[in-house]
């Protein structure tokens, strides 16, 4: 990408003289509604401000992208965490339009497990696996809607450990206090997405400090727990209207747990026989009789 700057809104203006009366009208309509265009396609943003397709794509080669898939990525990474909750809104109505909205979000989800499958560090991802396998304790963070998979990987990681430690509460100063004994054996597993959670930044810079060893589970190098990971761990998200698309950090943290679990393969299968048991005298689960 060159010396495109971090700020791509930035970089526009500071280009604006040197623009084409074509380019002119693009950076103008991006100027304005950033929101928007990140997600518009290059035939539709051309289209929008009268130019034509190839024109969208010389633009984004001119600010030094590899083309306008690069150009519109930079875009959608900064504007997802600024986005609020209404704005979302009016991005998802421009967005799907007539669209069938079910075929829509599942073929996004599709596409951004295999984007993530396609992009993720292997080695990274075995480190990990080492590296939380010989923590002396393990802690897990994630908050508002990251919430979700850290409690999935929670419920999933106390059949395997019992070292394990969910941080989950509404209250920055809560968080702070719940991670009060972090040691540098210990291994803080925080889970961040847009919009990114100030509270969950600082506490993921407060256990680094302490020595811990951080898991960052996250969208991008540039998500602002990212600089504190000891192991980075990139999954591919997506703006659904109010809602985030999770599914491809959730697939992710399926296969963490499936690799773990088959490293504790022995005693995983000691305790589920335990288990087994206990569920089956208190009538657990439902008996569906062939």
């Known amino acids: 990408m060159g010396t495109v700057q971090a700020d791509i809104l930035a970089a ?9 009366k074509g380019q002119k009208l693009i950076a103008i309509y991006i100027l304005e509604f950033y929101d928007k265009a990140a997600f518009m396609t290059a ?5 929008t401000v009268g130019v034509s397709e190839s024109t969208v794509v010389r633009f984004a080669v001119e600010l030094g992208y590899e083309g306008y898939p690069a150009m519109q990525k930079a875009l959608q990474e900064m504007v997802l965490n600024k986005l609020t909750s209404v704005q979302r809104i009016e991005v998802a109505n421009d967005r799907f339009g007539n669209q069938d909205v079910l075929t829509t ?5 599709i596409d951004k497990i295999r984007a993530t499958m396609e992009s993720i560090d292997r080695r990274t991802f075995d480190e990990t696996v080492d590296t939380i396998l010989n923590a002396r304790k393990i802690y897990i963070l994630g908050v508002r809607s990251s919430a979700t998979i850290a409690f999935f990987l929670h419920f999933y990681f106390n059949y395997i450990f019992d070292n394990v430690r969910m941080v989950n509460t509404s209250s920055p100063s809560e ?10 054996e210990d291994v803080v597993i925080v889970i961040s997405y847009p919009r990114y959670s100030r509270s969950a930044v600082q506490a993921t810079k407060a256990c680094r400090e302490a020595g811990a060893k951080i898991v960052a589970i996250t969208d ?3 998500s602002p727990v990212a600089v504190y990971a000891d192991h980075l761990l990139l999954a591919k998200m997506d703006m659904v209207s109010l809602v985030d698309s999770l599914v491809a950090p959730l697939s992710l943290v ?3 747990i499936v690799a773990i679990g088959q490293r504790r393969e022995k005693e995983l ?9 206990i569920w089956d ?4 689960y439902e008996k569906i009789e062939n």
């Open 254 to 256: 399926n296969a963490l």
């Open 269 to 277: 299968a000691e305790t589920f026989s335990n288990l087994e048991r």
């Open 105 to 109: 979000v599942l073929q996004q989800d």
């Open 175 to 184: 968080v702070f206090e719940q991670f009060a004994r972090v040691e540098k």
């Open 12 to 20: 526009i203006q500071s280009r604006m003289g040197e623009f084409s």
């Open 43 to 47: 035939s539709k943003m051309g289209k």
């Open 281 to 284: 005298e208190y009538e657990v």
């Open 220 to 222: 991008s190098r540039r």
